[in-house]
Each structure stands twice: as C-alpha cells, then as structure tokens.
C-alpha cells in the first residue's frame, strides 16, 4: 500500500493571475495615453481645431453683445422676515428683470410686489429651506405670485441678490 504522505493530489492546479494583471495594466496605461494624445492635440490636429472653436466663440460672443434684451433690473426693497419661535430670520433681496418698456409700471407695482414676497416667505418654515433644491423651487413659486401681481410678460425673470437664514 501507498504511504499516506506520498499519495499525489488528484486536484488541478491553480493557474496565475500574473497574465489578467498585465493585461489590466497595459489596458490602463494605454488608454491614459490615448486620453492624454488626443487632449494635447498629439491625435486629430487639435490645434487647429482649438483656433477654429476660439474663432467661433469670438463670434458667438460677439452676436451675443450685439443683440443683448433690452432689460432694466429693478430692486425689490429688502426683506427681514421671521421664521420660527426660535428666532431665527431670513434676510431676502432681490431683483426683478423687466423689459424697459415696463420699468415705471413694475416699479408703481412694488407695494403689492414686496406684499406677495412677504406673505410668501413668512408661511415657510425652517425644514423648508433644508432641502438643497428648495430654492430653487422657491424662486419658482417668487417669480410666478409676481407675474400674477405685475401682468404677463412685465416681469421676465427673479434674480436672488441675497438669502442669508441665521
């Protein structure tokens, strides 16, 4: 009979992973390379793409300075507004982007502006303004009470100056 200890084992052997690491490696490093080559322009002539895109955004630029809207932005007078039992306050500033021709119109109408703002802010709590997608919803809801209060297509757009909770 065998002895115990000489016996062979039956099992496979294992094969290396030395060949799946290279592989991996190489696969890496050339793909870095290629990342790099077309980045710096080595692959595709990208300089000469680089000064054509350059031509083309100075020309966009300078259709963009050449039509801009014709907007005068009016201040909303600022607002300090309590929010909870615990003290806490919001300070809010703002300004509204209106077409010139409405200027002196939104600017008769800022009472009710500042009005509908106030009302609005006070009703929100504290959790309200935790959400980091709550002001932007918020402007939303601003900008739309003033278009109610101001009449269509006076107030175009809200632009929030300051909104400071302490």
Do not use: C, W
């Amino acid at each position: 009979m065998a002895d115990p200890d000489e016996t062979e084992d039956d099992s496979p052997k294992k094969k290396s992973k030395l060949p799946l690491i290279i592989g991996l490696v190489l696969a890496l490093a050339s793909g870095g390379g290629g990342f790099y080559a077309v980045q710096s322009g080595l692959l595709f002539g990208g300089d000469s793409h680089q000064a054509d895109d350059h031509a083309m955004e100075d020309e966009h630029a300078a259709e963009k300075v050449a039509h801009m809207p014709d907007v005068v932005f009016v201040p909303v007078d600022p607002l300090v507004i309590s929010l909870s039992e615990r003290g806490s306050h919001l300070r809010f500033r703002a300004q509204l982007e209106v077409g010139s021709a409405y200027t002196d119109e939104v600017t008769q109408l800022m009472p009710r502006v500042v009005d509908v703002l106030n009302n609005y802010l006070r009703a929100l709590e504290v959790e309200d303004l935790a959400d980091g997608a709550s002001l932007t919803r918020m402007r939303a809801q601003m900008l739309r009470r003033i278009q109610i209060v101001t009449g269509g297509g006076r107030v175009n757009d809200l632009l929030i100056m300051e909104f400071v909770l302490n």
